[in-house]
């Protein structure tokens, strides 16, 4: 992968100043056109045993993890497109989820703990941004059955990240299961890595100049090289000595990100093809844009792939 992808890992941080623009293209299809989820297979006790692709773009795709050998104890995990979207849009969403659970028939009155707010530290990016994690433990009744379930929310890299876990009333209680299931989110999020490219993506042009001036105007970032400036980069264009040079993409990539315009998440098509380590499996997003009169909400989907190693 290569200097890009090192690099867009390493950047992830950077402010999503470009979020005002989303609304100005096509969401799928334009804003994002193509994603990779590598999720692990195994999370301490919990093995991934079904993946499921729906055929709508906006649902996404979920993984059932079951705990061991126990078919009756499980966590579906759901990763669909969120595109940029602020802290509060997240926990209105987690928080209108609890509140339908709340109203469907035979769940009135069934106890139901308050929505709880974590942040979790996401590992080897020392300094991004947390991920705001929203989490509830609750009673619900199906079929005249009660049982203690568990729901959480956050989002990341441009995706949601979704958890269920329910169980029956004689065996779980909401809030064991909800510490459950916010321990597991911890270790899923950590461990998962998303990718995403399209008209997310739009790092500065690298232009070709004789003499790059560190010392301009709005200079951002100076790549040197032979006791002489490579390569400047600026929030609008990098000045590069050679267009093709290893410095004057990396310019761009951290002039990118200096500026404050890098979306985390978004990255160069040239990074839509990460190794899939062992322990390891990949789902493939591809959204098209709308033909004619279909509405563009059903994705091409590339076969997943497990890592082996």
């Known amino acids: 992968m290569g200097v890009a992808c090192g690099l867009a890992t390493l950047f992830a941080s950077a402010p999503a100043a470009a979020a005002d623009t989303q609304a ?13 989820i590598l999720y692990p297979l195994t999370i ?4 991934a045993r079904d993946e499921h692709l729906y055929e709508q773009a906006e649902a996404g795709a979920s993984v059932r993890y079951q705990h061991g050998d126990l078919r009756d104890r499980w966590i579906d995990v759901y990763f669909y497109p969120a595109g940029v979207v602020p802290d509060e849009r997240v926990r209105a969403m987690a928080q209108g989820t609890v509140d339908g659970i709340r109203a469907l028939p035979g769940n009135g009155g069934l106890p139901a703990g308050e ?7 996401l590992s080897g990016d020392k300094d991004r941004r947390h991920a705001t994690l929203y989490s509830a433990g609750f009673m619900l009744a199906r079929d005249g059955t009660r049982y203690a379930s568990a729901m959480s929310l956050l989002a990341k890299d441009l995706y949601y990240i979704k958890g269920r876990y329910s169980g029956d009333e004689a065996a779980h209680t909401p809030e064991g299961l909800h510490a459950e299931l916010k321990d597991f989110t911890v270790r899923l999020v950590r461990e998962s890595r998303l990718y995403s490219t399209g008209d997310c993506w739009l ?13 301009a105007a709005g200079a951002l970032v100076n790549i040197g090289g032979d006791g002489a400036a490579q390569a400047v ?11 093709r040079s290893s410095q004057a993409v990396i310019a761009q990539f951290m002039a990118y990100s200096a500026s404050g315009r890098w979306i985390a998440g978004c990255n160069p ?4 093809t990460p190794d899939v380590p062992e322990g390891m499996r990949e789902i493939r997003f591809e959204y098209r844009l709308p033909e004619g009169d279909a509405d563009g909400t059903t994705p091409r989907l590339g076969s997943p792939r497990s890592g082996v190693g």
């Open 233 to 243: 980069g600026f929030a609008d264009r990098v000045e590069a000595v050679d267009t």
């Open 269 to 272: 098509p040239e990074d839509m």
């Open 44 to 47: 301490g006790q919990w093995v």
């Open 115 to 121: 929505l709880e707010t974590s942040q979790i530290a």
């Open 24 to 36: 100005e293209r096509p969401f799928l299809g334009g804003f994002l056109q193509e994603s990779r």
């Open 203 to 215: 790092p500065p042009p690298i232009v070709q100049v004789a003499a790059p001036d560190p010392n």
